[in-house]
């Protein structure tokens, strides 16, 4: 059995569920309808747990970038929307790929503040690895932010509240594609225990504008100069300069 955090450690734990590139970037192949709010709130949710040496559990879906045996279009392994959202990362971190393995460290939540469960599927209880990790670890609650409310969000808070554990799912910090579908979600998981709550309750009040609202104007400044310009120079890609903005952004 994996040892334990120590007492005074276990208040809460941080599951960050999906912060990838391809849900949270303006690009993504499977980008959030509310990412204005939830990048604000992940970042300020990540910064709580930063400060308060509160550990994080991250989950990230990954699948074989073949073409022939592939039909999912996002979060293709070795590909930039694959990718975790830089401020989701602490320094002092450890990384499972995803494979039929639950092999894991004795002392894993005692030598690093995150770990970092790669998943080749929608719900992290498919994974060996991440259904052991998760039935064995104690702590009084479970804190989720992340992607998406309808269908990732939703399995990890229904598969935890399974096994016993005591969820608070950040309704704030949490993406979704389809806003139905996410009340939906959200009214299910509260049915079966978890407790729906937002980012200050956790992190306290912020005086904090959302990220994209610096973004959107900076991106529409330069999308403007850069078709004129590019009216001049079919050398210059507008969709590139964009890109280099939104990286700089985000991290």
């Not at 830089?86 to 499972?96: G, H, K, Q, W």
């Not at 494979?99 to 970092?116: C, F, G, K, T």
């Not at 998981?189 to 956790?202: P, S």
Request: net charge positive.
């Amino acid at each position: 059995m994996i040892l334990q955090l120590l007492k005074h450690q276990r208040k809460h734990i941080l599951v960050d569920i999906d912060t990838q590139r391809d849900f949270l970037s303006a690009w993504g192949n499977a980008r959030i309808t509310n990412r204005e709010t939830v990048l604000a709130n992940i970042r300020r949710m990540m910064a709580w747990a930063r400060l308060e040496y509160v550990p994080v559990i991250s989950t990230a879906e990954v699948y074989p970038n073949i073409s022939s045996i592939n039909k999912v279009g996002y979060c293709l392994d070795g590909t930039y929307g694959q990718q975790k959202i830089p401020y989701t990362l602490l320094s002092n971190r450890v990384s499972f790929p995803a494979d039929d393995w639950n092999a894991l460290p004795a002392d894993l939540l005692l030598s690093h503040r995150q770990v970092i469960l790669h998943k080749r599927c929608i719900d992290p209880f498919d994974e060996p690895r991440i259904e052991r990790l998760f039935s064995e670890i104690k702590a009084d609650e479970f804190l989720l932010i992340g992607a998406c409310i309808e269908d990732a969000v939703k399995a990890t808070a229904l598969g935890l509240l399974h096994r016993g554990k005591n969820v608070r799912v950040i309704v704030d910090a949490v993406g979704s594609q389809n806003s139905k579908e996410a009340k939906l979600a959200l009214r299910k998981m509260a049915a079966k225990g978890a407790k729906l709550i937002e980012t200050k309750d956790i992190a306290g009040v912020s005086s904090l504008k959302p990220v994209c609202s610096f973004k959107c104007r900076i991106s529409q400044r330069i999308k403007r100069n850069t078709i004129m310009i590019g009216r001049r120079s079919r050398g210059l890609s507008l969709k590139g300069n964009l890109k280099t903005i939104h990286n700089c952004l985000m991290t």
